[in-house]
């Protein structure tokens, strides 16, 4: 919108003015004129502040999942965990692509998995460092909907199991946390869209 200037909206004005009262000849008050210039400049300087855009942030994106794991019967990577566990190069676990031997060295330990949803789910076993046999890694199974698997190859330490639905319709991933299993029992999860609970 192009405004006029000060000294022509006061010219109007004034013209304005002297054009009402025709049979008085108008005097110019210069109190008057300069007031009506000075509000006339600040309502300027008001609209031209509330026209300026805000700083306004920018809304925060979601996450998007883009590299989900196939349904095959390999090992499957481990699923990252945010961008917040790779911040710092030197914090990453160097374990977290690294696959489980087959043939591990301790005292073993019987783990059963149930899948009771209706969905083909990815699962990983994660065992973490810091256990007696200096070893960690993870191992990835493809379970199916309603079915259960017994893993009986695994030596005592503390694990973190993932599940997943690779299925864009009705993705999920859910974790147990971390279960510190030793080879006083038999150890079952119950894999839910909510979670993974222990037995």
Known sequence: MNRLSIPTQILVLT??????????????????LQSTAVAVAFTQVAETQAANPTNTPSPVPTATITNTPTATNTFLPLPTQGPEATANPSDRDPCIDQKLPDTLTGNPIKIRVDNPTKATINLTVYLQSGNPQGICGYRAYLLNAGDSLVINDLVEGCYSLWAWNPDPKSYFMVTNGTSCLNSSSNWTFDISKNGISLR
């Open 15 to 32: 013209l304005i003015i002297s054009a009402c009262g025709a049979q008085a000849e108008p005097t110019v008050n210069v109190e008057d």
